[in-house]
């Protein structure tokens, strides 16, 4: 791109999403995972949350969530703890070879995303990381979903 051309936010944010779904992709597959199990690993890494919760911060429908967690019950990667506050829930928790994977998968995926963005000064990452932070929070409030929440006790 010469020098003072810039994409649409709209166009910029397409593209870039590309690229890094591409190298989520390629690390989530490097660890035998789907795009959608990586995503269920990394929603666990910081929460503990009920099966409709999960679905929820999914975005997909209960007997979807039901079938991801059964294969990653399988794979020794989570399990299923009962609700001490509500005997009808079932929380679902990383296994701790399942926090060692997202652990591993995450490290390789931020460097990734890291040399990438070595690319921009460091004063133009922060500003990055300070609106994408905002922006994404504000989206999952509009959703009922604390992007940063404070870390679980067991339920």
Not at 4 to 29: C, I, N, T, Y
Not at 62 to 88: C, F, I, N, Q, Y
Request: include cysteine.
């Amino acid at each position: 791109m010469a020098s003072g051309q810039q994409l649409s936010p709209a166009d910029g944010l397409a593209q870039l999403s590309f690229v890094v779904q591409g190298m989520l992709e390629h690390r989530a597959a490097e660890h035998g995972l789907s795009i959608i199990q990586a995503r269920l690993l990394g929603v666990l890494r910081d929460r503990t949350p009920t099966m409709n919760d999960l679905a929820r911060l999914l975005g997909l429908d209960k007997s979807s969530v039901t079938g991801l967690v059964d294969r990653a019950e399988r794979r020794g990667l989570v399990m299923r703890v009962p609700s001490t506050t509500d005997r009808r829930a079932t929380l679902v928790s990383l296994t701790d070879d399942g926090r060692a994977l997202v652990s591993q998968a995450a490290a390789c995926f931020e460097a990734d995303v890291l040399t990438m963005l070595e690319r921009l000064p460091a004063r133009d990452r922060g500003a990055l990381s300070r609106l994408v932070s905002r922006l994404l929070a504000a989206h999952a409030a509009e959703q009922g979903i604390d992007l940063f929440p404070a870390a679980d006790v067991a339920n």
